[in-house]
């Protein structure tokens, strides 16, 4: 996969691309390319966004995401998503790519069984995160 430039910020995005490249080869993925970038579903539920920047969002669920508050607010490359349930994460490195990878593979299994929650409500993340 090519190494993408957003017009704006001029950021290369190959830590992004490295990491779609990879998810495509994953088999409970599937791609899905939209005007807003790529995405990828899993059990009919799109869980990760791509949109061509050095940020990647994921479908975590509020209930995972308030469970894993303190951690999720130590780790200063992750913050709120746009939606609820979602986080959005700067990946610029390797290191950054692999954490990214695993909380892929925490989201689909909380996909698979539904046990993640609800999407919709409001998370407990203190609002000093969600603003930034």
């Given at each position: ?118 999407v ?7 609002a ?5």
């Amino acid at each position: 996969m090519p190494v993408l430039r957003t017009r704006a910020s001029g950021h290369s995005t190959e830590g992004v691309a490295n990491v779609a490249a990879q998810l495509i080869c994953w088999p409970d993925l599937a791609l899905k390319r939209t005007r807003r970038g790529l995405g990828f579903r899993t059990h009919g539920r799109e869980i990760v966004r791509m949109p061509g920047d050095n940020t990647a969002e994921l479908l975590l669920t509020t209930a995972v995401i308030d469970r894993w508050a303190r951690v999720l607010t130590d780790c200063h490359r992750i913050t709120p998503g746009t939606d609820a349930g979602w986080v959005s994460m700067d990946i610029e490195g390797r290191a950054d790519a692999e954490l990214f990878l695993s909380l892929v593979s925490v989201a689909i299994k909380v996909s698979e069984g539904r046990e993640g929650g609800s999407v919709g409500r409001g998370s407990r993340w203190p609002a000093s995160r969600r603003n930034r």
